[in-house]
């Protein structure tokens, strides 16, 4: 039975997230258990961080486990998409959000990148227990929702740079980035102070 789900855009430090919960005590997958194929069910992880869980939001909630969204600026986020060439390159990942998202193959690769940070972070939203920004992790929050009082972050946190899966990023000019996308940035920083 899973426990926690960390999920949010690709490149928003998911990769980071697992690798802390594991180091502290909770075995935490990174897209182990939700990949690019789909929900592996036969998974005996306790929990996963994926920015493909998204589509499994409303069974995990009615299963009552607990969702963390994760979030980072939206110029990290959108510069490190371009940076890897996420929807020029074909890949199964690629193909997991166009399938999600149709409308997302026949865009350019920077509204893409643009539309699935809006589209993504909204969708979460909803369903999320808590909401954190990867730069400033809620780390004890984090520890009431599991739920175990064994998790040792403390030593965890130090062992995993924040630059822990980091990839290429382009340069990118982040005053072309739309206003809507500020606008869910904001919203996801609101949702994280508990404004």
Same mark, same amino acid.
């Given at each position: ?19 802390? @919960? ?22 005996? @992880? ?9 589509? &499994? ?14 979030? %980072? ?7 490190? @998409?371009?940076? #890897?060439? &996420? ?6 990942? %690629? ?10 193959? +026949?865009?350019?690769? &920077?509204?893409?990148?643009?539309? /699935?940070?809006?589209?993504?972070? %909204?969708? #979460? #939203? ?9 730069? !400033?992790?809620?780390?004890?929050? #984090? ?5 175990? +009082?064994?998790? !040792? ?20 000019? +982040? *005053?072309?980035?739309?206003? *809507?996308?500020?606008? /869910?940035?904001?919203? @996801? ?5 508990? +404004?």
């Amino acid at each position: 039975m899973m426990k926690m789900v960390v999920t949010g855009t690709g490149r928003c430090g998911t990769g980071y997230m697992a690798k802390v @919960l594991s180091g502290a005590g909770l075995p935490c997958g990174h897209e182990e258990v939700f990949g690019p194929h789909g929900w592996n069910p036969h998974s005996k @992880l306790p929990a996963d961080s994926s920015w493909l869980a998204v589509p &499994f939001l409303p069974v995990l909630e009615m299963a009552h486990c607990s969702i963390v969204q994760v979030y %980072r600026n939206p110029g990290a986020v959108i510069s490190s @998409l371009l940076g #890897i060439k &996420f929807f020029s390159t074909p890949s199964a990942y %690629r193909n997991f959000i166009v399938r999600e998202h149709p409308e997302l193959a +026949t865009m350019s690769e &920077f509204d893409a990148c643009c539309y /699935t940070y809006n589209v993504w972070n %909204r969708k #979460i #939203i909803g369903y999320a227990d808590l909401v954190t920004n990867i730069d !400033d992790v809620a780390w004890e929050k #984090i520890i009431k929702l599991t739920g175990s +009082t064994k998790l !040792d972050l403390a030593s965890a946190i130090p062992e995993v740079p924040q630059t822990y899966n980091h990839r290429h990023r382009a340069n990118l000019d +982040t *005053s072309l980035i739309p206003t *809507s996308v500020w606008d /869910t940035y904001q919203m @996801l920083e609101d949702a994280s102070s508990g +404004t």
